[in-house]
């Protein structure tokens, strides 16, 4: 029997698996990558008798790599809280997904697992910005606030390093950045004495206080776009840009592209608390486009399409 564990390269997708290696520790293949890196099952060679755990990619988007999984015999269990569409129906597949977008997929495998390694989904959901799940995570276990910022730290730290149009842009591979962390039981340690954490958090700021500094392509009182330069740690800096837009002003909506390879944009859309459209209802609307309830994206927008989604975004949220 084989085992691969397949994630999204993220916080969340981390701390998700991390949870269940501590639950349940064994040897495994390891299948990820970047942030958009999403359609992972296609090449997993998985046959009759192997298990395939899958956490934090769409389904939708991974349809025909699982089914083709489940046709071989593969015994598959798949925690998500994107976009799925309908869920295939199969005795060797185990479903756990949450499209509400209250929970993240660490949330899922912490409900999962009744709440043994909980630390990690904190951070996790910190890392996926969900402050106020995280906190409330935090909460149950009583910790002081000097570790709460810890799993903050970690958990936006971990979700930044996923982002970026290839790997030259990652200052490290997600597949051994989780090699990294799963030499610590308690997420606490790992980033107090983990020297690859106090780096990317450096960065990750530093990255940031360039993005602050970028003036908006467009801005109103409900909404606002940015377009980051060229350059690798624009790329790098996209999810925590935008989510740190999102944190500081939930009422308006946010959208933030960055350049990549072959005359595109990567963009990353964080929805309006106030306003009914969905960030994943928008995305949807454009090739590559998924995501969540309140956090969602583009793959890839071609650059001709830019002015288009402009307009469809000032449409959707007024910019």
């Not at 296609?42 to 991974?62: E, F, H, M, W």
């Not at 912490?110 to 995570?137: I, K, Q, S, T």
């Not at 276990?141 to 996923?162: D, F, M, T, V």
Request: charged letters at 25%.
């Amino acid at each position: 029997m084989r085992c691969f564990d397949v994630f999204n390269g993220d916080a969340d997708g981390i701390c998700a698996l991390r949870q269940l290696r501590l639950a349940e520790p064994r040897e495994s293949t390891l299948v990820t990558g970047l942030k958009r890196d999403i359609e992972l099952l296609k090449d997993i060679p998985a046959q009759r008798g192997d298990r395939v755990t899958v956490l934090d990619i769409s389904l939708d988007r991974n349809r025909a790599g699982l089914e083709a999984l489940l046709a071989r015999g593969a015994q598959v269990r798949y925690f998500d809280h994107h976009f799925a569409g309908p869920i295939p129906r199969h005795p060797d597949l185990v479903a756990v997904i949450d499209e509400s977008g209250a929970l993240c997929t660490s949330a899922l495998v912490d409900r999962h697992l009744l709440g043994r390694f909980r630390a990690w989904a904190v951070a996790g959901a910190f890392g996926d910005n969900l402050p106020e799940g995280a906190l409330e995570l935090a909460h149950t276990l009583g910790l002081e606030a000097a570790k709460i910022e810890l799993l903050r730290e970690l958990g936006e730290s971990l979700n930044y390093n996923a982002y970026g149009d290839t790997a030259a842009d990652a200052l490290v591979s997600p597949a051994d950045l989780y090699r990294t962390a799963s030499r610590y039981a308690d997420p606490c340690a790992l980033v107090e004495q983990e020297p690859l954490i106090a780096r990317l958090t450096k960065r990750r700021v530093a990255d940031l206080h360039r993005a602050l500094a970028v003036p908006a392509a467009c801005s109103s009182s409900t909404a606002d776009a940015f377009v980051l330069p060229d350059a690798p740690w624009s790329r790098r800096v996209s999810g925590t840009f935008a989510n740190r837009l999102a944190l500081s002003d939930p009422h308006r909506a946010h959208a933030v592209l960055t350049p990549i390879a072959g005359g595109a944009y990567a963009v990353s859309v964080r929805s309006s608390r106030r306003m009914g459209l969905s960030a994943v209802e928008f995305c949807r609307r454009f090739p590559s486009g998924g995501g969540r309830a309140l956090a969602a994206g583009i793959d890839r927008l071609q650059a001709e399409r830019l002015d288009a989604f402009l307009d469809q975004f000032s449409r959707a949220w007024g910019c």
